[in-house]
């Protein structure tokens, strides 16, 4: 069961009061105490700058939209109308200084939500930071892990962004060419080109399909920040999930990145810049030609957009009739995105359900040999796909049904294996409950 009235098994689950401490008063303690907190409180402020300068905030969709996750992550939390203001001001603060220093700012889409709210999450960052600097001792723990909470989506897409850039040079080529034959293989009757460019021309046909998978693929921090921030409401009501989604999504990130380096990848938009979606290239003229690629990073294979999206869907669908549906619409217009906008090839879609079942397993609290069953068998998956990307073993698959065959059963395999495992978990609750 993913969603069940059972007692946790964890001493997270607070009330509102206690969740929400109030700050020692400030000069209640030593002048030297409360000095060092200013300082504390300072440095925050200060990293907070260099971050979005940094990573240049105001172009940056990714960035922008994590920092907004931590606005409406701290929006979740119920905080007083004194710290919502001071956030509201800390933000304007951060704004004026980015754009006072000529911050880039691109238009892009979401621009209009990401890029303000972008300044109020840090303003939120920097009021959860200085409750927990100035809170009493016994309200210390529960004050942090608040700040950590809201913080833990924009230091997860800050530290992405800071290690997928320095891993170019250690993969200077890359394996577009095959996932590209091998996309083409996909093609039937009456599709005409690889999965990429036919969902690219329909953005082009469709400008109102490309406007919404524009802002479904950018908005992905804000929407795992919100069902995380769901996932910390539930828990105050005693609903009982049976995985932490905080620390799936962090696993994944981290897992991510290093099967990057096993077949490094980047999208048909940065292999045929000139091409895409319009001309489709001849397999023939790059059968043999190795891919190196422009700099650009190389987070293709596997797509952890649409793995963080489908585990998001797994993990809610049972929960609200109304928040399975828009999962469901939000994992669906995500993977037409990562195509449609040449970011991705279907082939890095087919190889992120194996890797979402391996962690899906891996985090689950209950134990059990079909556990491991499944966290082996979505790993040998994953391995054996990019293994056989990466020596061209996989070109040897015949066009056609034999490659949609090999695609449905990576797909089907994982789907049965986490029905399975959840279906386990609801007869063991049903069995603890009786």
Not at 90 to 114: E, K, M, P, Q, T
Not at 164 to 173: E, R, Y
Not at 341 to 359: I, K, N, S
Not at 401 to 423: C, D, F, K, Q, S
Request: aromatic share 12%.
């Amino acid at each position: 069961m993913n969603i069940a009235s059972l007692k946790p098994d964890s001493n997270e689950v607070l009330t509102s009061a206690e969740q929400f401490p109030a700050p020692a008063a400030i000069g209640s303690r030593p002048a030297a105490d409360d000095l060092y907190s200013w300082m504390q409180l300072l440095a925050t402020a200060l990293v907070l700058i260099l971050i979005a300068a940094i990573l240049h905030i105001g172009e940056a969709a990714y960035i922008a939209f994590a920092f907004t996750g931590a606005f409406v992550t701290h929006l979740m939390f119920h905080p007083a109308r004194r710290d919502l203001a001071a956030s509201v001001l800390a933000g304007a603060g951060f704004g004026a200084i980015y754009y006072l220093h000529h911050g880039a700012v691109l238009d892009f889409f979401g621009s209009w939500i990401g890029i303000p709210g972008a300044f109020l999450g840090m303003g939120s960052l920097l009021v959860l930071a200085g409750q927990w600097i100035w809170a009493a001792p016994d309200q210390k723990q529960r004050a942090l892990g608040l700040a950590r909470d809201a913080a833990l989506v924009p230091l997860l897409c800050v530290g992405s962004m800071l290690v997928v850039g320095p891993a170019i040079a250690l993969t200077p080529k890359t394996y577009d060419h095959v996932l590209y034959i091998f996309d083409a293989k996909f093609v039937m009757a009456g599709l005409a080109g690889p999965p990429s460019w036919v969902a690219g021309r329909a953005f082009h046909e469709h400008a109102w399909l490309y406007r919404v998978c524009g802002y479904v693929y950018n908005s992905l921090p804000l929407g795992l920040a919100i069902c995380l921030a769901l996932q910390w409401r539930d828990r105050l009501k005693n609903i009982w999930y049976p995985l932490d989604l905080r620390w799936l999504s962090i696993t994944l990130g981290c897992a991510g990145f290093l099967l990057y380096q096993v077949c490094p990848a980047a999208g048909p938009v940065y292999l045929f810049p000139k091409q895409f979606p319009f001309e489709v290239p001849a397999v023939a003229s790059i059968l043999a030609a190795p891919a190196w690629m422009q700099a650009v990073p190389r987070n293709g294979m596997p797509s952890l957009h649409f793995g963080w999206t489908l585990l998001l869907f797994w993990n809610l669908r049972r929960r609200v009739w109304w928040i399975a549906l828009a999962a469901g619409a939000y994992v669906s217009l995500t993977a037409l995105a990562t195509l449609g906008l040449g970011e991705h090839y279907l082939a890095d879609l087919m190889a992120a359900p194996p890797v979402a079942l391996a962690l899906q397993a891996l985090w689950l609290r209950r134990r059990g040999a079909l556990r491991w069953i499944a966290i082996a068998t979505g790993t040998a998956i994953t391995f054996a796909w990019l293994i056989a990307f990466r020596t061209g073993a996989a070109l040897k698959i015949p066009a056609g049904a034999a490659t949609w065959i090999a695609a449905g059963l990576t797909v089907l395999i994982p789907a049965i294996l986490a029905w399975r495992l959840e279906y386990a978990v609801d007869q063991r609750n049903s069995a603890e409950g009786d």
